[in-house]
């Protein structure tokens, strides 16, 4: 039916494609809707938190942690590398992830200390996501608390080497079933 090495040829390219799988970055995007506002006192259930990390699995085992992740951006800043002209310090402190288990970060952020005023803000996924501000005269706070009823939705972008093991498996078979129609 099959040569031996016709096999042994498409078993080696799917082996080079799936260890190549690892090795490639890896994106999600990511929002959570539905938050507990603390000064409001009420469930937002439209609030969310956007954001967006690329990685690379550099072990293999299927998990993200922080020392593989390359970007972090969360509602839109960047807590990975620079942190932009507004922000004085920021950063990604905690971070782990594998498919099918929950996403967990702490982030922090910061404005310039020796200004006029101050702002910062830090999330911990799962708990709450706390903005403050205080200026001469004043100070601001917003917070949004994880509940049971706050949703993670999340985004996979498929790895180049996924499609690459499907085109060969679909190859493989419609070899198959060329040969079968032969015979």
Known sequence: MFKPSLL????????ALATGAHAE?????FT?????????GQFLPNASLYGYFDSDDRNGDGRIELSEVTSFILNSQQYVGWCGPEVFMCGLFD???????????????????????????????GVEAKEHSYWPGGSASYTL???EDTMLSMSPVPEPASYGMLALGLGVLALSARRRSRS
């Not at 970055?25 to 995007?29: G, I, K, V």
């Not at 594998?98 to 982030?107: D, E, I, K, R, Y």
């Not at 952020?109 to 200004?115: E, L, M």
């Open 25 to 29: 970055p890896l994106s999600r995007e």
């Open 145 to 147: 608390r994880w509940t």
């Open 32 to 40: 959570y809707t539905g938050f507990y506002h603390v000064e409001g």
């Open 8 to 15: 042994i040829a498409s078993a080696a390219a799917a082996a």
């Open 95 to 125: 971070f782990s992830y594998a498919p099918g288990s929950a996403l967990n970060f702490h982030t922090a952020w910061s404005t310039d200390p020796w200004g006029e005023g101050v702002a910062g803000g830090s999330v911990i996924s």
